[in-house]
């Protein structure tokens, strides 16, 4: 008889060192990119950054500003190269 440990899965949001892809909701375009810092504060940081520091240059925002398009901030994928 053999006991299994199983560990919990980190949330992708809480994880750090990781490469992510955050797609538009409005055309096929997609942005990948790779944080050290937790998944999470990285997205918020794009959040600010369109709401309150547009000219901070960021191609993300540039996207975003240009066609007046925005992104699925709810499907963050955590993906790999």
Known sequence: ???KVHKD?????NKNNVVYKIACKDCDASYVGQTKQKLSTRVKEYEY???GNP???MVLTNHMLKFNH???WKNVMNTAL
């Open 55 to 57: 000219s901070k240059c």
């Open 49 to 51: 950054n369109i709401r």
């Open 1 to 3: 008889m053999s006991i």
């Open 70 to 72: 925005s992104c699925d």
């Open 9 to 13: 899965k980190t949330d992708t949001m």
